[in-house]
């Protein structure tokens, strides 16, 4: 009983009782910071068509996490067919810098050369993005992924013309495909590098595409720079003519906790001492 009293207090004192690790989106229509989204393009049928959504913020990311269950496979195909091969996908984000106060960070993406889980958690066979070429163009950047809509009801789906994308749209403001910058010509692939790789025949019928991840980072004295921070495995399956399922997965390079959650911890150490103290003293009198 005295356990119990233990933990029920020390939840609630935290505000831990509901917690939950959902990769529920900030914002029902535009990428709050910390949030990544995921695009897919393609000008293959002769317009511009995208699908974007919104996976949730980078910090609630796990080792080996399943979001799956944020894509949906009946709408790439609505969208794209089911035929995927060539269709380019990149996942952004931009967050404010807790250190560097005032300061914003980029998430993008580039290719893994060495395919799913070859090496597991470390940058080897990956390429490092370009440095970007300074602050404002992070700026710039983070505030095209702030401006990409993705709360139209239909996770950010765009069937414009090949020259009119939409506003507002993946290809408008981050890129068309692994090869072209957005549509206007600017955007976050000419300011801080195209993040797209282009899915291919994962060998049984299906796509895949395996695409690392890199937090830009300001150093100080040494510029700006990208750091290695885990990968993305996208596998959709394909069974008689028509798209079946998907497997979308993250690993980072380290379950590291957020600086946050060392506060977190330290807090609930001193606070349950606190109680064991209170409940010895009661026990005692």
Same mark, same amino acid.
């Given at each position: 009983? %005295?356990?119990?009293?233990? %933990?029920?207090?020390?939840?609630?004192?935290?505000g831990?009782?509901?917690?939950?690790?959902?990769?529920?989106?900030? &914002?029902p $229509? !535009?990428?709050?910071?910390?949030?990544?989204v995921i #695009?897919?393009? $393609?000008?293959?049928?002769?317009?511009t068509?995208?699908?974007?959504v919104?996976i #949730?913020?980078?910090?609630?990311l796990?080792v080996d996490?399943?979001?799956?269950?944020?894509?949906?496979v009946?709408?790439?195909?609505s969208?794209?067919?089911?035929?995927?091969a060539? /269709?380019?996908?990149?996942v952004? =984000?931009?967050?404010n810098?807790? /250190?560097?106060?005032?300061?914003? &960070?980029?998430?993008?993406?580039t290719t893994?050369?060495?395919?799913?889980?070859?090496p597991? !958690?470390?940058s080897?066979?990956?390429?490092?993005?370009? %440095?970007?070429?300074?602050?404002g163009?992070?700026t710039?950047?983070a505030?095209?992924?702030a401006?990409?809509d /993705?709360? &139209?009801?239909?996770? =950010?789906?765009? %069937?414009?013309t090949?020259?009119?994308? =939409?506003? #507002?749209?993946?290809s408008?403001?981050?890129?068309? $495909?692994?090869?072209?910058?957005?549509?206007?010509?600017?955007?976050?692939?000419?300011?801080?590098?195209?993040?797209?790789g282009?899915?291919?025949?994962?060998g049984?019928?299906? !796509?895949?595409l395996?695409?690392d991840?890199?937090?830009?980072?300001?150093?100080?004295?040494?510029?700006?720079?990208?750091?290695?921070?885990?990968?993305?495995?996208?596998?959709?399956?394909?069974s008689?003519?028509?798209?079946?399922s998907d $497997?979308?997965? !993250? &690993?980072?390079?380290a379950?590291?906790?957020?600086?946050?959650?060392?506060?977190?911890?330290?807090?609930a150490?001193?606070?349950?001492?606190?109680?064991?103290r209170q409940?010895?003293?009661?026990k005692?009198a």
């Amino acid at each position: 009983m %005295k356990n119990q009293l233990y %933990k029920a207090a020390l939840l609630a004192a935290l505000g831990l009782g509901s917690i939950s690790a959902a990769h529920a989106q900030s &914002d029902p $229509s !535009y990428p709050a910071a910390g949030d990544l989204v995921i #695009g897919f393009s $393609s000008t293959a049928a002769g317009v511009t068509q995208d699908y974007d959504v919104d996976i #949730g913020q980078v910090s609630a990311l796990t080792v080996d996490d399943n979001l799956s269950a944020d894509l949906s496979v009946s709408t790439l195909q609505s969208i794209f067919g089911a035929n995927l091969a060539g /269709v380019s996908v990149g996942v952004v =984000g931009y967050n404010n810098d807790p /250190v560097l106060l005032g300061d914003t &960070d980029l998430y993008r993406t580039t290719t893994r050369n060495a395919g799913p889980y070859t090496p597991a !958690y470390t940058s080897a066979d990956s390429t490092t993005p370009t %440095k970007p070429a300074s602050n404002g163009a992070i700026t710039t950047s983070a505030g095209d992924i702030a401006s990409l809509d /993705v709360g &139209d009801g239909q996770n =950010g789906i765009n %069937k414009g013309t090949s020259s009119s994308p =939409g506003a #507002g749209s993946w290809s408008d403001l981050i890129a068309q $495909s692994s090869t072209t910058v957005a549509f206007s010509g600017t955007g976050l692939a000419t300011e801080a590098g195209n993040p797209m790789g282009v899915l291919v025949s994962n060998g049984s019928g299906g !796509y895949t595409l395996n695409l690392d991840m890199y937090e830009d980072n300001n150093s100080g004295t040494a510029g700006r720079t990208y750091v290695y921070q885990g990968y993305f495995n996208l596998d959709i399956s394909s069974s008689g003519g028509n798209l079946s399922s998907d $497997s979308f997965t !993250y &690993d980072p390079t380290a379950a590291v906790p957020e600086p946050g959650t060392y506060g977190l911890c330290a807090g609930a150490g001193l606070l349950l001492l606190g109680l064991r103290r209170q409940f010895s003293s009661h026990k005692s009198a």
